[in-house]
Nanobody, 128 residues
Framework: QLQLVESGGGLVQPGGSLRLSCAAS????????IGWFRQAPGKEREGVSCISISSGRINYVAAVKGRFTISRDNTKNTVYLQMNSLKPEDTAVYYC?????????????????????WGQGTQVTVSS
């Protein structure tokens, strides 16, 4: 069964850090572009970061540049999102997604419609 599972969310104070993990089962993440997305209550799902197949292309939404870092560990079939200097506005459910249909063809994009395999999400709350 093809599955993505996010973990690592939680409650953190402003200025703190969290590392989210996206682990795959049933398929090999190294063969697909992976994106991280977030959705806050009452807001649309937003692309946060993405990493291409070879890790040669990485993108971040402007709001997280310099604070978040996406990476792959192909030996663990996992993609990470290191989040530093967290702000209250980073509070959301965070999802990872895979371009399982390989439509991105080596690219890395932040649009949700570019991805077709999604995890269930992990809650990140930044609050004092």
């Amino acid at each position: 069964q093809l599955q993505l599972v996010e973990s690592g969310g939680g409650l953190v104070q402003p200025g703190g850090s969290l590392r989210l993990s996206c682990a795959a089962s049933g398929f090999t993440l190294a063969y697909y572009a992976i994106g991280w997305f977030r959705q806050a209550p009452g807001k649309e799902r937003e692309g946060v970061s993405c990493i291409s197949i070879s890790s040669g292309r990485i993108n971040y939404v402007a709001a997280v540049k310099g604070r978040f870092t996406i990476s792959r560990d192909n030996t663990k079939n996992t993609v990470y999102l290191q989040m530093n200097s967290l702000k209250p506005e980073d509070t959301a459910v965070y999802y990872c997604a895979a371009d399982y249909s390989s439509r991105l063809n080596g690219r890395c994009m932040l649009g949700p419609t570019d991805y077709d395999r999604w995890g269930q999400g992990t809650q990140v709350t930044v609050s004092s």
